[in-house]
């Protein structure tokens, strides 16, 4: 079993900075990939960012150059760092993990709401 605890969400500003962290507990040494989803009212879940254990990151178009996904295996935690932020990145985020038991096993926080005032 793997938990995540998100944090960092909160109001900003259009063009402002905002960074999300994601502390991982339990059977951490088990993970694969970490990643940060976002779902907006209304809207599908959609992946924003993807970081692998190997560190090869994956974006979502709307967010390239804009937002940036980071890990730390000895303290088990990824950001997202997220620049130059708009309006439509409004939404609740949240950190996922996937885990190597018998097969590969999905984790989801509880989301932290994202909303960027214009």
């Known amino acids: 079993q793997v938990q995540l605890v998100e944090s960092g969400g909160g109001l900003v500003s259009v063009g402002e900075s905002l960074r999300l962290s994601c502390e991982a507990s339990g059977n951490t040494g088990a993970i694969n990939s970490m990643a940060w989803y976002r779902q907006a009212p209304g809207k599908q879940r959609e992946l924003v960012a993807q970081?692998?254990?190997?560190?090869?990151?994956n974006y979502a178009d709307s967010v390239k150059d804009r937002f940036t996904i980071s890990r730390d295996f000895a303290k088990n935690t990824v950001w997202l760092q997220m620049n130059n932020l708009k309006s439509e990145d409004t939404a609740v985020y949240y950190c996922h993990a996937d885990s190597w038991g018998i097969v590969l096993v999905d984790y989801w926080g509880q989301g932290t709401l994202v909303t960027v005032s214009s």
């Open positions: 970081i692998t254990r190997s560190a090869e990151t």
